[in-house]
């Protein structure tokens, strides 16, 4: 084999073996971001359930204290006579 072809071989051997590495590092990359975002989706469902429990029990502890106080409307002006 001429110098010229050991040098074609040992050259084009290279770029496909760093092709190769290169690709499974990037599936790896492309693994890990999706599976963060899953984590991110899940942890923000998880908030927004708990923000959800948190306005039912404030709905129903309005609701609760509705029945035991009276409650005015302070959005109407009420007109005090003189």
Same mark, same amino acid.
């Given at each position: ?6 040098? !074609?071989? !040992?050259a ?6 760093? !092709? ?11 693994k890990?971001?999706?599976?963060a ?13 708990? @923000? ?29 006579? @003189?």
């Amino acid at each position: 084999m001429s110098r010229a072809s050991k040098l !074609t071989l !040992t050259a084009t051997s290279l770029f496909a073996i760093s !092709t190769v590495v290169f690709v499974h590092y990037s599936q790896q990359a492309e693994k890990a971001a999706m599976h963060a975002g899953v984590v991110r989706d899940m942890q923000q469902q998880q908030a927004k359930r708990e @923000r959800q429990l948190d306005f039912d029990m404030q709905k129903a502890m309005e609701e609760e204290y509705k029945k035991t106080q009276s409650v005015h409307d302070s959005s109407e002006v009420v007109e005090r006579p @003189r």
